[in-house]
């Protein structure tokens, strides 16, 4: 399924060059801020920041076509992990920064009768994404027993998963001079587990095209 999902990207960002000569391409740059609500391992970053690039091109007046890529960085915030229960023992947890990768495709229905400089729009957006687990340390320390106190590292650190993520959104593009165009943008998101649901908004200067 994972090689289905990255060949179907590969083959969108494969037809570009197509794309690129049936009319202008436009680039677009910007900021990502994604907060994210999960009952498992990965709640311990429900937070990112990041940055994105993306190629936009114009099918019709109402439709436009984006092929990205993403990279963001996730903060340990804890909190979403068990513990022991045993009363005379207690534990500190502490972790490190998550990160993700992810490439995807996006479709932009304009507004009806839209000024050319503000156009609003309603986007359908799909991404795979692989999201790389910081570490998390345990220190332990126990009133009985030998030893009575250590560290270890949780089992799930390191590791990484790959997911596909559906996202419904909307926003709006302010023309600034020319060829130059801000685009802001906030979305609903659910990945293809149905574990999590993402709430995405980023700011991006569209230039070019």
Known sequence: MVAVRMSIITCLFACLPTLCLAGPVAWE????????????????????????LGAMYQ????????????????????????????????????GSTSSGVAFGAEVRLIE????????GFLSFQFDVQRFDFGRVMINWSCIYGDPSHGTRVHSESDQATIYGLLSLGLGQSIRLWSDKRIVIQSG????????????????SLQFGG
């Not at 740059?29 to 994105?52: C, E, K």
């Not at 009806?112 to 156009?119: E, I």
């Open 29 to 52: 740059l910007g900021g990502i801020y994604t907060a994210h609500s999960s009952s498992g391992f990965i709640g311990n970053w429900s937070q990112g920041v990041g940055a994105s």
């Open 59 to 94: 099918i019709s007046p109402r439709v436009d076509l984006i092929l990205h890529s993403s990279y963001l960085r996730y903060p340990y915030k804890g909190g979403n992990v068990e513990g022991v229960s045993i009363p005379e023992c207690r534990e500190n947890w502490s």
């Open 112 to 119: 009806p009768g839209t000024h050319k400089r503000f156009r």
């Open 188 to 203: 609903f998101g659910v990945d293809d587990r149905l574990s999590r649901v993402q709430l995405p908004v980023s700011v």
